[in-house]
């Protein structure tokens, strides 16, 4: 005899909760909504693949000689260098090591919303501080800080922002909560000013999280890692799966790495010269931008978002509109394109969706 469950098994997840990607509008030309940066050569990602031979297809990925690579660029033991599916999966493991239940995660906001999720799955509280545009809320963040709080986000540059924290921020906060994990996010570093992970490396309770989606061009590989004191990567790599990344992403990832930064670097100079211009247009147009070091640029539309939202659409283009989490979208997210011609047609499209007139 059968035993029925009518309403089959409840899970502990919010099911609405799932993540999910845009919808791609009908005659897509650009797609500027997630800060993907430019794509290695094809050429480059064939032949490394082919010099692994099928053994990257037949056998589990081992890790270890390309963390080890890593740990040589930063100076520091491969035992301080954990690779993982992206900088998303080593912030989940930050939460599941260190957020226990009654625990929670202090950070500010508007942020990376993956840190609440992650924090919430964990069944942590998530304490957030307001990050008014400029400066990084430092002394609200300390104010913030309890015997409670396990992890501690700085993300910097910030998204959807890209306004950033400084080194004396991220001490500050590290010496003030010796007992709290502090995670600085450095998912868009190569395109800021200053680089605080050998810095970050010197404090005893900061781990550094960092990705190949974003100045390397890898985001579908999901290759991200983590920097740290071997006791904290050790936790992060008992956090979770044993397998994480690909062989085929870690050949990937190796093959862009050793290439050299030429191409990167080209990369990033491009990102900056469009940051200013994107800037400077959308301040021209009433765009109110926020000044950005990532590799976008937010523009804070309030109420006239959607609309601009729509015209961009119209015009073949997707950008990310932001919520801050009160429900009506009060900006938009604009990923810098890193070429002429796509740079030359989102201006367009932002002079017809802002220029005089436009939402008269
Ligand atoms: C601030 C920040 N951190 C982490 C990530 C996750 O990056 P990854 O693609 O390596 O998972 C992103 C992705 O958009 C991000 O914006």
């Known amino acids: 005899m059968s035993i029925e469950f009518p309403e089959g098994p409840a ?26 940066g430019a794509a290695p050569e094809l050429e480059l990602v064939i032949e490394a693949l082919r010099q692994a031979g099928v053994d990257a297809v037949r056998r589990y990925p081992d890790a270890k000689p390309f963390e080890a690579l ?7 033991d491969p035992s301080q260098a954990f690779v993982s599916a992206g900088a998303d999966d080593v912030i989940d493991r930050c939460c599941r ?13 508007p942020s990376f919303e993956m ?14 501080v307001p990050w008014q545009p400029g400066g990084f809320p430092g002394d609200a963040m300390v104010a913030g800080l309890d015997a409670r709080v396990g992890v501690i986000a700085i993300v910097t540059p910030n998204n959807p922002t890209g306004e950033v924290a400084t080194l004396d921020d991220l001490r ?24 605080l992970t050998m810095a970050a490396l010197e404090m005893p ?24 004191p071997t006791r904290i990567i050790r936790a992060l790599r008992a956090a979770g799966g044993p397998y994480p990344v690909s062989a085929a992403s870690l050949v990937f990832a190796t093959a862009v790495l050793e290439s050299g930064p030429a191409a990167r670097d080209a990369y990033v100079d491009r990102i900056r ?42 015009h073949g283009i997707l950008v990310r509109s932001s919520s801050f989490k009160s429900g009506e979208p009060r900006g938009l997210r604009i990923s810098l394109p890193g070429d002429n011609d796509a740079f030359e047609m989102l201006a367009s499209a932002l002079r017809a969706a802002l220029g005089p007139g436009a939402l008269s």
């Open 115 to 128: 840190f609440d999720r992650y924090a919430s799955l964990c069944g942590a509280r998530v304490a957030t």
């Open 205 to 228: 309770n900061v781990v550094v999280v960092r990705t190949f989606s974003k100045a390397w061009g890898l985001a579908g590989c999901r290759v991200g890692y983590a920097l740290g």
């Open 70 to 76: 890593l740990a040589q660029r930063f100076g520091v």
């Open 11 to 36: 899970s502990r997840v919010d099911a609405s909760l799932a993540y999910e990607r845009a919808r791609v509008p009908d005659g897509l030309r650009l797609r500027l909504d997630a800060n993907e």
């Open 273 to 314: 010269q469009e940051r200013a211009d994107l800037y400077d247009l959308l301040e021209r147009l009433g765009g109110a931008p926020r000044v950005s070091q990532a590799n976008f640029v937010f523009a804070e539309l309030g109420a006239r978002a959607p609309a601009v939202h729509g015209t961009l659409v119209d």
């Open 172 to 195: 500050r906060l590290a010496s003030s909560a010796p007992h709290a994990l502090v995670v600085l996010d450095h998912a868009y570093v190569e395109f800021a000013d200053e680089d």
């Open 97 to 109: 090591a260190f957020l226990p239940p009654a625990a929670s995660l202090l950070i500010a906001e």
